[in-house]
């Protein structure tokens, strides 16, 4: 199998280090370690950055359990239709997702998400643009006053909102975005640069931080406009706490959990644990095969599963090849395994 290996590694291929030999890097079978079956990580170490290792460790290995399957990503069904081969070669490679899109799905809190979708539809009450549809009001930045209050320079150009990116922690210079309007600022959130993600973290995280940045600036601004008050040094905290707290809600982990009783509803086993972050669906399938290994460690042979994600619960129960390609390892895997043990899921 070549090419693809996590949804969550940009571009599907993983980037290597510069240096390093790519045709090491386009065969899966070439990262991982022949006797045991596990991703070879001294070499994914030599090849790729922190940020893709852990992003390919994130997949898990079924080794010689189920036979590979070739899908074309491109399409819901992994078929290859004519049609979404046309929408890649004429896209030029750039992502097809509009930035609507992509501030919906990313993995930030519901409240940055409102401000990111306000700041793109440019419907901010900005003093400039009330201005330039009105006519009316004072235009100049409520921070500097020096010049027209737009989102561009209240956000990323100001002396002000430059002075505290640059004091916090991330030393966070912003005097190379070039972002002439509000949907292009929000691209550089939403799709940060290589160089950005290098001196911040994985993408996800630096997305997180830039959006949390630019609604910090936004409050910022609001308490100087309204209230007459504004300290950079508290605003400066409470982004850094945001992203923190964010960072563990958003990012960070999933937790799944399940709970074993015996026929007189006694709980046997209480078990939780947390896992990469990952879609709903997955975590749920990952549940369950958490619980049919403590149900095969524990020998039990009579198991009542109860699972009350229903659409899980069909994919499972279904005989017919599983269309999703992002879980179908999963899934094949724990047919595979409940059948073993003639067990059902309801
Ligand atoms: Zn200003």
Redesign the pocket.
Same mark, same amino acid.
């Given at each position: 199998m070549e090419g693809s290996l996590d949804p969550e590694i940009e571009g599907k291929v993983p980037k290597i280090k510069e240096g390093a030999i790519e045709s090491q890097v386009r065969r899966v079978e070439n990262l991982i370690t022949p006797i045991d079956f596990r991703w070879d990580e001294a070499k994914l170490q030599d090849l790729c950055d922190q940020e893709i290792v852990e992003a390919i460790n994130r997949v898990k290995i079924y080794g010689s359990e189920i036979e590979d399957k070739l899908f074309w990503i491109s399409t819901n069904n992994g078929f290859f239709s004519v049609k979404s081969c046309y929408n890649i070669l004429t896209s030029n490679g750039a992502s097809d997702k509009s930035i609507w899109k992509e501030i919906w799905t990313a993995k930030i809190h519901e409240r940055i998400k409102m401000f990111l979708w306000r700041l793109a539809a440019d419907v901010l009450p900005l003093k400039g643009t009330i201005f330039e549809s009105t006519g009316k009001g004072d235009p100049s930045?409520?921070? @500097?006053?020096?010049?027209k %209050?737009m989102s561009s320079?209240?956000l990323v %150009? @100001?002396?002000?909102a430059r002075a505290m990116a640059f004091s916090s922690k991330w030393g966070l210079r912003l005097d190379s975005v070039a972002s002439s309007n509000a949907q292009e600022l929000v691209k550089w959130c939403m799709n940060p640069s290589h160089q950005l993600c290098s001196n911040l973290g994985r993408k996800d995280y630096t997305s997180l931080l830039l959006a949390t940045f630019l609604y910090i600036i936004w409050e910022l601004r609001n308490d100087k406009v309204y209230e007459n008050r504004s300290s950079i040094a508290k605003a400066s905290a409470r982004w850094e706490s945001m992203v923190e707290e964010f960072k563990l809600v958003a990012l960070d982990k999933s937790a799944i959990a399940l709970i074993a009783r015996d026929d007189k509803s006694l709980v046997k086993v209480l078990a939780a644990k947390l896992i990469p972050s990952v879609r709903p669906d997955i975590a749920e399938l990952k549940a369950i095969e958490c619980a049919v290994t403590i149900a095969k460690e524990s020998s039990w042979i009579e198991v009542d599963w109860l699972c009350n994600a229903r659409l899980v619960v069909d994919q499972l129960n279904d005989s017919s090849e599983p269309s999703e390609w992002e879980s179908w390892s999963l899934v094949k895997n724990l047919r595979d395994k409940l059948k073993d043990n003639n067990w059902t899921i309801s």
């Open positions: 930045c409520s921070f @500097c006053g020096f010049t %209050e320079h209240l %150009e @100001c002396p002000v």
